[in-house]
């Protein structure tokens, strides 16, 4: 599914984000990374969903080397790939249907189809019935399903969380996690960028460890091991 060869980032004019890192992450996989700030998880993550472009190497998805991917292509691959920030990015002027509803328009969806998907996520997340709730209204947890919601509308293969707890109370923290969990059950490939060590534990799943820009450690049913 996700495969990195060689992957390099540098950032000008001698910042070396990450250094000759090699990954499989198989479909259907829920993989935590975890490193400590300005290790390079971040950068990492931004690789996949094509914010960043490698300095180095390739990035394969699916059969497609997003590693040189035209801007144009960008919107395509942003609907295999769902992505979920930290400070949840919500447009404080719309409702939680429309925040989702744009996502939908942006990538030139219309009418029948938005009415349909709309609901669609909004149940999932466990959120029908704040459709008309602005994010004001809701509480920070509630907001994070909301992206999260957002983020599923193209029924993305890979959802990619970059720190998705960062901004929320351990009780939050846990019903993210738990929405992930049940999220990837129906086989969409969950990569995690966290530095929550309680939720990396609890997982016990596959954890990847960057230091210094380089996979560290690789665990299936992994700890979260830095100090």
Do not use: C
Not at 38 to 64: N, Q, Y
């Amino acid at each position: 599914m996700i495969k990195l060869k060689n992957v390099s980032k540098l950032y000008k004019p001698e910042t070396q984000a990450l250094k000759d890192v090699s990954l499989h992450i198989k479909a259907g996989e829920f993989v935590s990374i975890v490193g400590q700030s300005g290790s390079g998880k971040t950068t990492l993550a931004k690789l996949l969903f094509a914010e960043e472009k490698p300095t180095g190497g390739s990035i394969v998805i699916g059969d497609w080397d997003i590693s040189r991917i035209r801007r144009s292509e960008i919107p395509m691959l942003r609907r295999q790939i769902g992505v979920v920030f930290q400070d949840f990015k919500l447009l404080q002027r719309k409702t939680v249907g429309e925040n989702i509803a744009f996502a939908l328009q942006v990538a030139g969806d219309r009418g029948k189809r938005i009415r349909e998907v709309v609901p669609q996520v909004l149940k999932i997340v466990g959120l029908s019935d704040k459709i008309d709730r602005y994010p004001r209204q809701l509480s920070g947890g509630e907001q994070q399903r909301v992206s999260i919601a957002r983020a599923l509308v193209h029924r993305p293969k890979i959802l990619v969380a970059d720190e998705p707890t960062g901004n929320l109370d351990t009780i939050h923290s846990h019903e993210i996690i738990q929405l992930l969990k049940h999220i990837n059950s129906y086989g969409t490939t969950i990569v995690l960028v966290t530095h929550d060590r309680d939720i990396v534990n609890a997982l016990n799943k596959r954890v990847i460890t960057i230091q210094e820009g380089e996979v560290a450690s690789d665990m299936e049913h992994g700890k979260y091991k830095l100090s």
